[in-house]
């Protein structure tokens, strides 16, 4: 039933055997929260199954779902035939209009909605006062879009239902579990889901040394650089010239940044590289020098431990939980193999967990590369990312190193 309508069963739902769900004479079944809260009036549903409510056709089931918004429905035994060896355990026959998306405020609520965003509905004028008055100016209706039916998708999704679980929530990193509680269209929903279980079917995380070693070359060349005795800074704070030329130089950066690469403040991968290494503990600042830390000193020459250590730093840390959050879902979305639309599939995410830009209008792509773009240079510097720095985000695409070091990172992100 979920996955017929788009749903994501973040709501409580209950069955009951007859020909309504509130019906006195019906027989409940309990959803495992009913239980665990001690509800009493019912059978736990795991403890009862199909065929034994619907045994003879014409015999009904009532399913209610999101006791707020009110879903009812009623399935009714039409037959009873042989089951094939290798068919599908669940088919959808047939289907008409999108599924109503999450919290759309029921029956009334989701009629008002599909005429608010269709122009060509005899009550779209109407449906768009109605909806601005009942929801607030700030609020977009197609924030609510239903799902659109898809009989071919949704057949798809139903053949995978023993292959794909249901996400544990419980069992996230607790800024993903945020993320998964605070999104609010089901589309959205629907996107952070198959990331996550595409990350959590991927099997153990192996890495070579070979790999680590190219991978975490520009961080190692940093750290040889600076070496036990150190760099003098200049008294703004930053590389000397002689330094940032040899790292334009040595590193290759000449494809991907303009000007002459002797000037920190003018040459932003340099500058990046040096930040975020102190961001990640490898380098510190001491009285006016840069200086290697107990853990870029033990990590210098051991490349493996070097490539754990900058996964489990990821997404760099900011103050700005917007920054943080596009960092984050940057990582889900490499280690889910996003390889396309990057920076738009995080923008719909976030835009769907309700960010907008002071205008009121959802985050556009380039607000989220700009927003995670500390993160995405952590990821270009380690190859995780492929692509030239002069082109529109979008047409960046992760690498198969970057899919493994994204998934390191959240494997190994505290709860």
Not at 165 to 187: C, F, K, N
Not at 275 to 287: F, P, T, Y
Not at 398 to 411: I, K, S, W
Request: with cysteine; net charge negative; aromatic share 8%.
């Amino acid at each position: 039933m979920q996955v017929t309508f788009g749903w994501t069963d973040s709501h409580l739902h209950g069955f009951a055997a007859g020909p309504e769900f509130y019906s006195a004479e019906a027989e409940r079944y309990l959803c495992p929260f009913d239980v665990k809260e001690g509800e009493d009036e019912g059978t736990p549903e795991e403890q009862v199954r199909l065929d034994e409510v619907l045994a003879e056709v014409g015999d009904t089931l009532a399913y209610a779902y999101d006791y707020g918004d009110g879903w009812q429905h009623l399935l009714t035994l039409e037959a009873v035939l042989p089951r094939d060896e290798g068919v599908p355990k669940a088919v959808c026959a047939g289907g008409e209009r999108g599924g109503p998306a999450e919290d759309c405020g029921g029956v009334y609520s989701y009629e008002l909605i599909s005429a608010a965003i269709d122009p060509a509905n005899p009550n779209h004028a109407f449906a768009v006062i109605e909806f601005a008055e009942t929801f607030g100016d700030q609020v977009d209706p197609r924030d609510y879009s239903p799902t659109p039916f898809d009989i071919d998708q949704v057949n798809a999704t139903l053949g995978q239902l023993g292959a794909n679980p249901a996400i544990d929530v419980m069992g996230l990193p607790a800024p993903l579990a945020e993320i998964v509680r605070s999104v609010r269209s089901t589309d959205g929903l629907r996107t952070v889901r198959h990331l996550i279980a595409t990350v959590d079917q991927a099997g153990p995380i192996h890495v070579d040394v070979a790999m680590a070693k190219r991978m975490v070359r520009p961080y190692v060349w940093l750290l040889d650089r600076v070496g036990s005795a150190g760099i003098r800074l200049t008294s703004a704070g930053y590389l000397p010239p002689a330094h940032v030329a040899a790292a334009f130089a040595e590193l290759g950066l000449k494809d991907e940044w303009p000007g002459r690469g002797n000037r920190e403040a003018d040459t932003w991968p340099v500058l990046h590289l040096r930040e975020s290494a102190q961001k990640m503990g490898l380098v510190r600042k001491h009285r006016g020098d840069l200086r290697e830390t107990a853990n870029g000193r033990a990590l210098r020459g051991d490349p493996i431990a070097l490539w754990w250590h900058l996964a489990r730093r990821m997404p760099l840390r900011s103050a700005d939980p917007f920054e943080f959050q596009a960092g984050l879902l940057l990582l889900l979305a490499i280690a889910g193999e996003q390889a396309d639309d990057l920076d738009a599939t995080i923008a719909h995410i976030l835009g769907s967990i309700g960010w907008a830009l002071p205008d009121g209008m959802p985050p556009t792509p380039m607000d989220t590369h700009i927003a995670g773009r500390d993160t995405y240079e952590v990821l270009r510097r380690v190859g995780a990312i492929a692509g030239k720095r002069h082109v529109l985000p979008s047409a960046e695409a992760p690498t198969a190193e970057g899919v493994l070091f994204a998934r390191a990172a959240l494997h190994v992100w505290p709860g």
